[in-house]
């Protein structure tokens, strides 16, 4: 729990009752590598806080699994539009390695949200962060080369990229494999 308080403690200030209520509401769960931890035909009710190991999203385009974002150590994973809206989506969650988490489900953060008016100061801190890499994403596909792509992907996914399947990398990236090997083989 120390992480994620120190994750929490980043954005606001923890106060002794809700650790006792993050404690009390706050799941362990485990996921084997290759694990499918959300089906798009699902409405996703869990938010995974990862203790250690990926979680990859992704979605399906004519039958191939393309790779939309990555999340590791220290980093929550969910399908935002399903898990806030309570709809299905078209995000597919899985383990990308064994990953150890702490799980929230969502009725749980709506009784934090009305109960603690610090988690919604907490939610809009962090989704600013979220949002700024969403439009740094957006901003890349469209106007910057494959391997300015590569390059700020690494960046950005320092601490985890190493651990992930280049073809997985190939299909966030928006190319094959094979240019992506061109690129990584470049000096």
Not at 2 to 14: G, K, N, P
Not at 78 to 103: C, G, H, R, V
Not at 128 to 142: D, K, N, P, Q, T
Request: some cysteine.
């Amino acid at each position: 729990m120390e992480r994620l308080y120190q994750h929490f403690e980043s954005y606001i200030r923890l106060s002794k009752p809700l650790k006792s209520e993050l404690n009390n509401r706050l799941k362990s769960k485990t996921f084997a590598k290759g694990e499918l931890i959300l089906d798009a035909s699902q409405v996703c009710k869990e938010s995974y806080f990862i203790q250690q190991g990926i979680l990859r999203a992704y979605f399906l385009k004519d039958g191939k699994e393309v790779s939309e974002f990555f999340c590791g150590t220290n980093e929550w994973m969910n399908s935002p539009k399903s898990y806030m809206q309570q709809t299905t989506d078209i995000y597919y969650i899985d383990a990308i390695e064994e990953t150890s988490t702490l799980s929230l489900n969502v009725n749980d953060l709506v009784f934090l949200f009305d109960n603690f008016p610090e988690m919604e100061r907490y939610a809009r801190l962090s989704m600013g962060s979220v949002f700024g890499h969403l439009m740094e994403r957006i901003a890349s596909m469209r106007f910057t080369s494959a391997k300015e792509r590569y390059l700020n992907f690494k960046q950005i996914y320092a601490d985890i990229y190493p651990r992930i399947p280049l073809g997985m990398v190939a299909s966030y990236l928006g190319i094959t494999q094979e240019t992506l090997s061109r690129i990584r083989a470049e000096k």
